[in-house]
T-cell receptor, first 111, second 115 residues
Framework: DAKTTQPNSMESNEEEPVHLPCNHS???????IHWYRQLPSQGPEYVIH???SNVNNRMASLAIAEDRKSSTLILHRATLRDAAVYYC????????????FGTGTRLLVSP | DGGITQSPKYLFRKEGQNVTLSCEQN?????MYWYRQDPGQGLRLIYY???????QKGDIAEGYSVSREKKESFPLTVTSAQKNPTAFYLC??????????????FGPGTRLLVL
């Protein structure tokens, strides 16, 4: 399993952009990078994933470094509902999908 | 609405007792998972099933058992052999066709407490 390093916590103000970094220097060439988030006392929810190119969806953008050793989740305008723990997870490209959750980054959003 | 349901929301276990946590999905997904989460920690994989009547141990299967007799159901039994069962238990599913690209959908969780 590829190892990930994320900041323990980050803070943001409401309606400001947030950049959540993740280091995954041991990722293999075919591993996808998934991001999930977990609100307090809830199950995780999918945010976004990518392989090599930057990706956008209605929730966020994912910027992947050219060497794929790091990625950044971008929330364009943070809201109070975005306060959660964000997990960066490399996913091995085999027939079985195993999500390995680290401790993630706790995002605090202030009004 | 399609999704995953888990019951009960809270469950209390007495010493030496087996308890079963329910997980049901109506997403027509082939693969289902059980995870355990301890306070301040990430999720850890207990068991997974890629198809009906088949399941495999995850990283922390000792003291747990599962069954997969129906596609939509994947119950988890916490046996008396699990000495530290107090945790938040999460069930998840995914379609099962494009492993690395697929999303896992999680249920709301069951919080198990030992009396």
């Amino acid at each position: 399993d590829a190892k990930t390093t994320q900041p323990n916590s980050m803070e943001s103000n409401e309606e400001e952009p947030v950049h959540l970094p993740c280091n995954h220097s041991t990722i293999s060439g075919t591993d996808y990078i998934h991001w999930y988030r977990q609100l307090p006392s809830q199950g995780p929810e999918y945010v976004i994933h990518g392989l090599t190119s930057n990706v956008n969806n209605r929730m966020a953008s994912l910027a992947i470094a050219e060497d794929r050793k790091s990625s950044t989740l971008i929330l364009h305008r943070a809201t109070l509902r975005d306060a959660a723990v964000y997990y960066c997870i490399p996913v091995v490209n085999t027939g079985f999908q195993k999500l390995v959750f680290g401790t993630g980054t706790r995002l605090l959003v202030s009004p | 609405d399609g999704g995953i349901t888990q019951s009960p929301k809270y469950l209390f276990r007495k010493e030496g007792q087996n308890v079963t946590l329910s997980c049901e999905q109506n997403l027509n997904h082939d693969a289902m998972y059980w995870y355990r989460q301890d306070p301040g920690q990430g999720l850890r994989l207990i068991y997974y099933s890629q198809i009906v009547n088949d399941f495999q141990k995850g990283d922390i299967a000792e003291g747990y058992s599962v069954s997969r007799e129906k596609k939509e159901s994947f119950p988890l039994t916490v046996t008396s052999a699990q000495k530290n069962p107090t945790a938040f238990y999460l069930c998840a599913s995914r379609a099962g066709r494009l492993a690395a690209q697929e999303t896992q959908y999680f249920g709301p969780g069951t919080r198990l407490l030992v009396l």
